[in-house]
C-alpha cells in the first residue's frame, strides 16, 4: 500500500516546510507524501526517488513506487505552470486592454477635434 500523495494548496499546513531530501520548500501545487514515521512532508518524487525518508535518524522507508508518481507529478507541475501562465496572461491582456482603451479615447479625440474644424 502506497503512502498517500497530498496535492498542497496554499491552505496546506505544510506549505513553506522544507522538503528533508532536496532542501527545497514545500509549494503550492506540489505532489507531497508525509513519511509515516516522522510526518515529514517530502516532494512525491524525493520520496520514491530516494526510497525513503531524508530525514536524519529516521527509518522512514518508501512503499513501491506507484505507477502513477510520474504522472501526479506531471499533473500538479501542469496545472502550476498554468496557473503561472494564466496570471501571466492576465496581467498582459490587461495592459493590453488598457492600451487599447486609451488608442480609443485619443483615437476619438481626435476624430471630434477634426470634425470640429471641419463644420466651423
Ligand atoms: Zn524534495
Ligand atoms: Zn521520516
Same mark, same amino acid.
Given at each position: 500500500?502506497?503512502? $498517500?500523495?497530498?496535492?498542497?494548496?496554499? /491552505?496546506?499546513? /505544510?506549505?513553506?516546510?522544507?522538503?528533508?531530501?532536496?532542501?527545497?520548500?514545500?509549494?503550492?501545487?506540489?505532489?507531497?507524501v508525509l513519511c509515516p514515521?516522522?510526518?515529514?512532508?517530502? /516532494?512525491?518524487?524525493?520520496?520514491?526517488?530516494?526510497?525513503?525518508?531524508?530525514?536524519?535518524?529516521?527509518?522512514?522507508? *518508501?512503499?513501491?513506487? $506507484?505507477?502513477?508518481?510520474?504522472?501526479?507529478?506531471?499533473? *500538479?507541475?501542469?496545472?502550476?505552470?498554468? *496557473?503561472?501562465?494564466?496570471?501571466?496572461?492576465?496581467?498582459?491582456?490587461?495592459?493590453?486592454?488598457?492600451?487599447?482603451?486609451?488608442?480609443?479615447?485619443? *483615437?476619438?479625440?481626435?476624430?471630434?477635434?477634426?470634425?470640429?474644424?471641419?463644420?466651423?
Amino acid at each position: 500500500m502506497a503512502e $498517500p500523495s497530498i496535492v498542497v494548496d496554499k /491552505h496546506s499546513e /505544510h506549505i513553506a516546510k522544507q522538503c528533508p531530501q532536496c532542501k527545497f520548500g514545500i509549494e503550492e501545487g506540489q505532489v507531497i507524501v508525509l513519511c509515516p514515521i516522522c510526518k515529514s512532508p517530502h /516532494h512525491e518524487t524525493c520520496w520514491y526517488d530516494s526510497g525513503g525518508c531524508g530525514k536524519l535518524g529516521c527509518r522512514g522507508i *518508501a512503499s513501491e513506487r $506507484p505507477s502513477d508518481v510520474q504522472s501526479t507529478l506531471a499533473r *500538479a507541475r501542469a496545472g502550476g505552470a498554468g *496557473a503561472g501562465a494564466t496570471e501571466e496572461d492576465e496581467g498582459t491582456a490587461k495592459r493590453r486592454s488598457i492600451t487599447n482603451t486609451v488608442i480609443t479615447v485619443i *483615437a476619438i479625440a481626435a476624430i471630434a477635434w477634426l470634425l470640429w474644424y471641419a463644420i466651423r
